[in-house]
């Protein structure tokens, strides 16, 4: 089992930015990516970013390309989301999530684990 907890969420203006941050325990010798997936009130889940077990590799929805960055810490169990030029859009419970293997993609369905979730809100 992997125990993933967000961290870093909060009230923000637009054009602010803020840091999440996922720290994941358990079986954290397993090669795992991870993923960032948010969720809007009365909105489905959705994909925001991806990164595989190496770090190398990245995958970002169009709309945070260019001002979300993930990121993992240099022990592989901490994954980041950078989120610079915040939108009220962007208001969200953003969600941590690892997946078995080297590489998770987009679909939410192919994550293992999954965070409780950390309120992110942009005012206008």
């Known amino acids: 089992q992997v125990q993933l907890v967000e961290s870093g969420g909060g009230l923000v203006q637009a054009g602010d930015s803020l840091r999440l941050s996922c720290a994941a325990s358990?079986?954290?010798?397993?090669?795992?990516?991870m993923g960032w997936f948010r969720q809007a009130p009365g909105k489905e889940r959705e994909f925001v970013a991806t990164?595989?077990?190496?770090?190398?590799?990245?995958e970002y929805a169009d709309s945070v390309k260019g001002r979300f960055t993930i990121s993992r810490g240099d022990a592989k169990n901490t994954v980041y989301l950078q989120m610079n030029s915040l939108k009220p859009e962007d208001t969200a419970v953003y969600y941590c999530?690892?997946?078995?293997?080297?590489?998770?993609?987009?679909?939410?369905?192919?994550?293992?684990?999954w965070g409780q979730g950390t309120q992110v809100t942009v005012s206008s």
């Open positions: 999530a690892a997946a078995n293997g080297g590489w998770g993609g987009t679909i939410g369905n192919a994550y293992d684990y």
């Open positions: 358990g079986r954290t010798f397993s090669r795992f990516a």
């Open positions: 990164i595989g077990w190496s770090g190398r590799s990245t």
